[in-house]
Structures are given as structure tokens and as C-alpha cells.
């Protein structure tokens, strides 16, 4: 039996720290703890959680290194930021990128419909005019709380397999892959900050004309062959990029 989400599990294959870490950022990012505030004590969460010291330390060092926490002297330590942090380099979908990081996720399906007549989208897929597409909106959650406003578009044929599954759950890379043997190569993102409509700002909870990250992907299969493209609009207050450079 796994244990609950709010405690450390000494049997489990996940480090201690790193355990401890999910569990502080789920507070973080769901604003239990919102910015601002000074977290417990070394003290306090050892023995609240039940680890040593250098499994908490551990811990907030990687928190403090993904720019969630700061420390001050003489105050403590304090969450200074609630986003969720993607790093660019990795094709991952949402529920991959979010798990990976140990916070709850989820969906609500908006619609789910065959169209024609979408050209935008089709010049992106590299398809023609007269062909159909399979578009789907959603609402994605990190620990309850609405995130991003997706709609993915993708070519007939993958939507005829995408379209048997329960949309509202499903992992779009991970079931292409698994089961039905898509394999996914690359892609392109383009990044850039729009404005929220008021439709947008609806589902996500924000004011109209606030500040949105979006993200526009181009996914192709080991083919080359463009099978998605989706449009993320993510609150600016609760998603961030972050990208390494080399020179």
C-alpha cells in the first residue's frame, strides 16, 4: 500500500528527500502555503514527517534551487514563488511533466469533435485544405487548482484511435506509444505571452486581459510526419520555462 501523500514512505524506492520534497511542493503550488509565508522549521518538519535532518535539508535545497523557497537569516525560510517549473529539452506531455514532478494532476474534457474547415490548424499539421481534424479542448489541474486551457489538434486517423479513449484521463504520448505504436520524435514550441479572454479567463479562474504564457507545439512521428498540434495557454502566475544554454 502506498503511503498517503502527505507522509514519507521508508519502504518506498523513492529517496526519503526526494519524497519530502513532492510532498512540501504539493503545499507550494496549492497554495496551502501561498508566497509570503515562512515555512516550519528543520525542527518542525522533522518531526512532523518523521526523517533526519539531512533528508530535510535535502529537500528544501532542491526547492531553493527550483526558485520556490529562499532563505533570509534571522526569518526562516520562505516560499517565494508557486509556479510550476518546465524545462525545455524534453518532449513530455503534461501528465508526464507534472507527475514526474510529484504533484497531483488532472483534466476536464471542454469538447471533443471532428471539424473541417479549420485551416489554421491544418497548415500547421501539413495537411490539405479539404482534410478533417480531430480538436480537443481541456482544463489542466496541478493539485485541483486550473493551470492551462489546452486544445490539441491532431490528423483524422489519430483521432479515430484518440476518440475510443476517456478523454478526461487520458495521456495522449504515453497511449499513442503504448498502445497504439506511435512513436513520437521531436517537436517544435513556440512560446510567446498573450492576453486572456474572457472565455479563458473563465476557466482558469483570472481576470480578462491577464497575462498568459502560450505555448504552440508541432509534434512529429519518427516518420517526420506531423501528428500534433496544440495550443497551451498557461496562468502566468502559475507555469514558468526554464531552459539551459551552453556556449
Not at 73 to 87: A, F, L, P
Not at 184 to 202: C, G, P, Q, R
Not at 217 to 235: A, H, L, M
Request: overall charge neutral.
Amino acid at each position: 500500500m502506498n503511503a498517503p501523500l502527505n507522509k514519507v514512505d521508508p519502504n518506498s524506492p523513492i529517496p526519503l528527500y526526494q519524497q519530502l520534497k513532492n510532498i512540501l511542493k504539493r503545499k507550494i503550488i496549492s497554495e496551502e502555503w501561498p508566497v509570503g509565508t515562512i515555512i516550519p522549521t528543520e525542527k518542525e518538519l522533522i518531526e512532523a514527517y518523521e526523517v533526519s535532518r539531512t533528508t530535510v535539508r535535502e529537500a528544501i535545497a532542491e526547492l531553493v534551487n527550483q526558485g520556490l523557497l529562499q532563505k533570509k537569516q534571522g526569518k526562516g525560510t520562505i516560499v517565494i514563488s508557486t509556479r510550476v517549473e518546465e524545462r525545455l529539452g524534453r518532449l513530455t506531455g503534461f501528465a508526464e511533466e507534472i507527475g514526474d514532478k510529484g504533484l497531483e494532476h488532472s483534466a476536464r474534457l471542454l469538447s471533443a469533435e471532428f471539424q473541417r474547415n479549420r485551416f489554421y490548424e491544418l497548415s500547421q499539421l501539413g495537411l490539405d485544405e479539404n482534410a478533417t481534424v480531430f480538436l480537443v479542448d481541456r482544463i489542466r489541474f496541478v493539485d485541483k487548482q486550473p493551470v492551462a486551457y489546452e486544445r490539441s489538434c491532431w490528423p483524422e486517423d489519430i483521432g479515430r484511435l484518440l476518440v475510443n479513449e476517456d478523454l478526461n484521463t487520458v495521456a495522449f504520448y504515453k497511449v499513442l506509444e503504448e498502445k497504439y505504436g506511435i512513436e513520437l520524435k521531436e517537436a517544435t514550441d513556440t512560446i510567446s505571452a498573450v492576453n486572456a479572454t474572457k472565455y479563458e479567463a473563465e476557466l482558469l479562474g483570472i481576470t480578462p486581459g491577464d497575462a498568459l504564457l502560450e505555448r504552440r507545439r508541432i509534434s512529429c512521428d519518427i516518420s517526420g510526419r506531423p501528428v500534433e498540434f496544440t495550443r497551451t495557454k498557461y496562468r502566468n502566475d502559475k507555469y514558468s520555462y526554464k531552459v539551459k544554454l551552453l556556449r
